[in-house]
């Protein structure tokens, strides 16, 4: 039965991909009625497989938002709008993955396991590495970072140390979390922001530097201090690397994130939504280049769909999320959190990003998932109303997400390395990357404040 209801899932989950992205060329209200519909039968059917944190986040999310509406008599059309809110990250989840196609089976696979055995041969450079991989596909694929570096990492003997790999895959995902448009987390601060992402992307980018930066220093330091070298060579390097296919990957990812940068920004097109569309026709055109369409085809049919029902969990958090949003909203909650802020912090633009920043990490820390306090955040707060450009909030929140995922005993990433690697999530999370987390936010932030006061930001 439960085998049958996944494969429902699966069908129902990517039906309201592809209808939600030909309904913004048709606009037909019947159609988005009709994906409304879908939704919410497949919000019932992801409740019926969650467990742990996402349940109780999901209950938590769904049942505040369900007695807000109630208490404040909302209209279905607040309803029907609550649960159009955050859809398109359902959308994005549901197409992404299709862009991992190309990474595991166009040969890449191999020649990032060939980039270990040339270069990695010192605890320092495995670092390095590992976390920059874990970016750089992280772009890609998102979630699936942590299982694909994982795999890759084995070609070094160095992968044994589990403390380094963790903290390695960890903060080098956070990195790409900061800045790049096919993470769920940039698409809803964009959102919440009322941000421009070809505005944003510099300065998130230089932000990711930063942060994987303060990652390698902190990292040397955590392994000095446990006595383990960390530059001397550990083992023999091996002469053995793919540069073709190394090269070919990193020119076709590179043409990616600027082609969704360029459409967005001449198109006006919302980033997200080009995202979406750039994962259904850009593995086509990646695979058919490199003659290996037949691939994409067959993982469609096969891997794709039977992975899909794994997006429970996000499809739960991101409208619950979408429905807190807007029952806060609604309700005029949220103006008694802009009030209190403004209490707080007034006009001062570094205050306020302190604010946030410890906000969101204090709740990350004991557990409250990122993605609660950002929304509850981002959906009240206008950045006008505290001098401040959209970009710079939407670069606070997004510092404030990157760091508290890194954090969170709950996010997926440290549940996913911690299963994957044996340790707990306490262990992974809060324990080993508190310091991380607060480094890196109080450079960051250093850095924002100087460009806001050359009138940059």
Known sequence: MSEILSRIRSILTFSIAIIFLVNLFIKSSLIQDLNLVIMVI???????????????????????????????????????????????????????????????????FEALQGVFRRYVYNNGRFYLLVSFISAFVGVLVN??????????SQASSLSSNKKLLSAAILRGFATCTIWAPTTAAIALIIQLSEASWPLFSPYGILCGVIAGLVGYFVTMYEERKIGNAFTGVVEEPIVDLDVR???????FSIILILSIAAVSLITGIHTVIVVSMACL?????WLGIIGRFKV???EFKGNYFKNLPKLKNEIILFMGAGLFATSINFSHLGTNISKILSILVGQNALLLAIVIILFVLTLSAIGIHPIVSV??????????????????????????????????????????????TGQSPLQVGPRRNGLYAIISSVVILIMLTIFRSIGLL
Do not use: D
């Not at 505040?64 to 398109?88: C, D, G, K, M, R």
């Not at 979630?143 to 890759?152: N, T």
């Not at 026709?281 to 055109?285: A, D, F, G, K, S």
């Not at 206008?382 to 404030?400: C, F």
């Open 281 to 285: 026709i850009y593995p086509v055109l």
């Open 296 to 298: 994409l085809i067959t």
């Open 143 to 152: 979630l699936a970072v942590v299982p694909l570096v994982l795999q890759i």
């Open 375 to 420: 929304t509850i955040i981002g959906g009240t707060v206008k950045a006008a109303a505290y001098g401040v450009s959209p970009t710079y909030l939407a670069l606070v929140l997004a510092i404030s997400w990157a760091m508290g995922i890194s954090i969170s005993p709950s996010s997926a990433t440290v549940i996913a390395i911690s299963g994957l």
């Open 42 to 108: 497949i919000i019932v059917l992801s409740f019926m497989f969650i467990s742990g944190t996402t349940l109780i986040i999901g209950v938590l999310t769904f049942a505040l938002s369900t007695f807000l509406f109630l208490y404040y008599h909302a209209p279905l059309s607040v309803w029907q709008q609550a649960l159009q809110e955050n859809i398109y990250l359902v959308v994005m989840f549901t197409l992404v993955p299709l862009l991992g196609i190309p990474i595991q089976h166009g040969g890449y």
């Open 245 to 251: 296919k190394a090269v070919e990957l990193s020119v």
